[in-house]
Nanobody, 118 residues
Framework: EVQLVESGGGLVQAGGSLRLSCAAS????????IGWFRQVPGKKREGVAC????????YYADSLEDRFTISGDNAKHTWYLQMNSLKPEDTAVYYC???????????WGQGTQVTVSS
């Protein structure tokens, strides 16, 4: 089974930047979507950004105000979430998800903690 491993989280001051990475242990699917999600204790997991593996199309949550950028290297099985101008409300556990475009199956990483201090 494919494993997704997130890294790059940590503690940063408000206004700072972090780059999260999501590495897959093997080739995932022929066509897939990589998504970044985040979750705060007691709240539902919310989508942050996603990228289509075949055409590179991206989508972002409206609330991000263009502060985050998703990218990836399919050949290296690695995807990134560049987060700039971080705010305390961005504090959450960030998860990477890979979903097949054609079949109802996917994978989740274990999450990486991002903490933004004010």
């Amino acid at each position: 089974e494919v494993q997704l491993v997130e890294s790059g989280g940590g503690l940063v001051q408000a206004g700072g930047s972090l780059r999260l990475s999501c590495a897959a242990s093997a080739r995932i699917f022929d066509d897939f979507v990589i998504g970044w999600f985040r979750q705060v204790p007691g709240k539902k997991r919310e989508g942050v950004a996603c990228i289509n593996s075949s055409d590179g199309a991206t989508y972002y949550a409206d609330s991000l105000e263009d502060r985050f950028t998703i990218s990836g290297d399919n050949a290296k099985h690695t995807w990134y979430l560049q987060m700039n101008s971080l705010k305390p409300e961005d504090t959450a556990v960030y998860y990477c998800n890979a979903e097949s475009v054609y079949i109802p199956t996917g994978y989740w990483g274990q999450g990486t903690q991002v903490t933004v201090s004010s």
